[in-house]
């Protein structure tokens, strides 16, 4: 039998999920089912939206690793858009690639909701809030980028 040299090599990660350093107990994000498209994210607190009004930028204790050519897309779960009238604050949650680890953060992923309904909505730890669905972005033919490096969060690639 021929030994593999790879064999005691951690296996090769491709893209999934870590806890941040701040996670106080948020599992991490699962599919529902087999055919679900999206990762549940669960809150870590309670979070209340008052009607007409966005939450605070709530921390889920999780981060989310890919591949270059990937992104990670956060939208609402439907259950809570249909049901109660939530949405994000900034409709779809871009998570890049380079986003995981940077100089700046450890790139923990938030959510901020906003209440479109007429009553407060007060939702509990281990909620699962939002789905996360891994897509790969396209370049275009006249694609560039000014070369600078990831430095930060929210907004920080325009800074």
């Known amino acids: 039998m021929i030994d593999n040299p790879l064999a005691d090599l951690p296996p090769l990660r491709v893209r999934g999920f870590d806890k941040t350093k701040s996670n106080s107990g948020a599992p991490i ?7 679900s498209a999206g990762y549940d994210f669960e ?16 921390p889920l204790g999780i981060k989310a690793y890919m591949c270059k050519g990937e992104v990670l897309k956060l939208y609402i779960r439907s259950s809570l858009g249909f049901k109660h009238g939530l949405v ?7 998570i890049d690639a380079d986003y995981f680890d940077n100089k ?28 996360g669905i891994f ?3 396209l370049p275009a033919d006249t694609s560039f980028f000014v070369g600078i ?4 969060g929210l907004g920080s690639t325009g800074e």
């Open 149 to 152: 490096e990831r430095g930060g």
């Open 135 to 137: 897509e790969q972005t």
């Open 29 to 35: 994000p699962a599919r529902a089912t087999n055919g």
């Open 88 to 94: 994000l604050s900034n409709s779809t949650g871009i």
């Open 104 to 131: 700046a953060n450890e790139g923990e992923i938030f959510v901020k909701l906003y209440n479109s309904g007429e009553k407060s909505i007060i939702l509990k730890a281990g909620t699962r809030v939002i789905q």
């Open 43 to 58: 809150l870590q607190h309670d979070l209340e939206i008052i009607p007409g009004k966005h939450s605070i930028a709530t």
